[in-house]
């Protein structure tokens, strides 16, 4: 059996993720989808429940499982997929999890890819973040679980624009584009906003590569001055062995303030790209593509991160592949 994918839908408190699933789950496109929602107390969505499944597990009216996660994420997961497999819950074919509003992404990436039963089933979609455009501002600037929810999604969703004059939604999109500039932007009230595309877009940016981040140096945002973004770029091929070496050396030493890594590699002896991608300590299965994106073969690596520089980053480099 193929993979199923499991997207993340992270946000500050009060952002709209409820309103935005369920938004998405009345869309026929969204049937046959497993939402978990990791909030302490009853099943944060405001669908009519239709009927119990089990004491943990509901079914929606849109036909969607839906089932709380109060502790343990990898055992409900795991719970979840045994139950599709033992028929004992409806076919679904993706997996939604609604996060806290505190929590940050990266140490649910870790759960999924550090368990060997749940990485073999699951494929990780991408993180998909929702900004409230009249709170994001004042949210980045002082909670930096909103900063870390922001900086480390693959596809951001604006909610309540229509509470936000049109000043402040440019200031907030200036700084979204300083902290994430790489991530698709969507609107969550947009009469056209389609799940199929939300979705599509943020396994883009996990496929694809080379996020269009400046190369020629690093860029500091207004979060304190904390967070950097900033590019790796050379032409010569690596190989793999010591490619994989050096990253993962990096995320074990320093992947608490590495929030995001992604980008294409040029691997010796290889004619298409590989798309590598690591959260914090935890580096994605690496994904190879079918041929280069319009460019000759060449590494780009975009970092997101926190109190490291792209200074540093040369550095760990110099004794796997010499200065570049």
Avoid at 128 to 134: L, M, S
Wanted: a negative charge.
């Amino acid at each position: 059996m193929s993979s199923t994918p499991f997207t993340i839908l992270t946000g500050f408190l009060g952002s709209g993720k409820t309103t935005l699933l369920n938004r998405l789950l009345r869309d026929p496109r969204m049937q046959q989808t497993a939402v978990l929602v990791n909030e302490v107390g009853d099943i944060g969505l405001d669908h009519r429940l239709i009927e119990s499944v089990a004491n943990d597990i509901v079914l929606l009216e849109s036909g969607c499982v839906c089932c709380s996660v109060r502790d343990d994420l990898p055992a409900a997961l795991a719970s979840l997929l045994s139950r599709r497999r033992a028929r004992a819950v409806p076919e679904f074919g993706r997996i939604v999890l609604e996060t806290s509003g505190i929590a940050v992404p990266g140490p649910i990436v870790q759960l999924v890819l550090g368990d060997d039963e749940l990485a073999a089933q699951l494929r990780i979609e991408g993180i998909v973040a929702v900004v409230d455009a009249w709170l994001g501002l004042d949210s980045l600037e002082r909670h930096m679980e909103c900063a870390e929810q922001v900086a480390m999604a693959d596809t951001l969703v604006l909610s309540k624009l229509d509470l936000a004059p049109r000043a402040r939604v440019a200031s907030l999109l200036g700084r979204l584009q300083r902290l994430n500039g790489t991530a698709p932007l969507f609107f969550s009230d947009g009469r056209d906003l389609n799940p199929v595309e939300l979705f599509a877009a943020t396994e883009l940016q996990t496929r694809s590569a080379a996020p269009a981040v400046s190369h020629r140096g690093e860029h500091h945002a207004e979060h304190a001055q904390r967070f950097t973004t900033f590019a790796l770029c050379w032409d010569a091929p690596v190989e793999w062995c010591e490619f994989e070496a050096w990253l993962e050396g990096l995320l074990i030493a320093r992947g608490g303030d590495i929030l995001r890594l992604k980008g294409l590699l040029h691997v010796a002896g290889r004619d298409a790209p590989v798309v590598v991608q690591g959260v914090q300590h935890t580096m994605y299965p690496p994904r190879d593509l079918p041929a280069w994106p319009g460019a000759s073969p060449r590494t780009e690596l975009s970092f997101v991160t926190r109190d490291f520089s792209r200074t540093a980053a040369l550095r760990s480099l110099v004794p796997f592949f010499g200065p570049r």
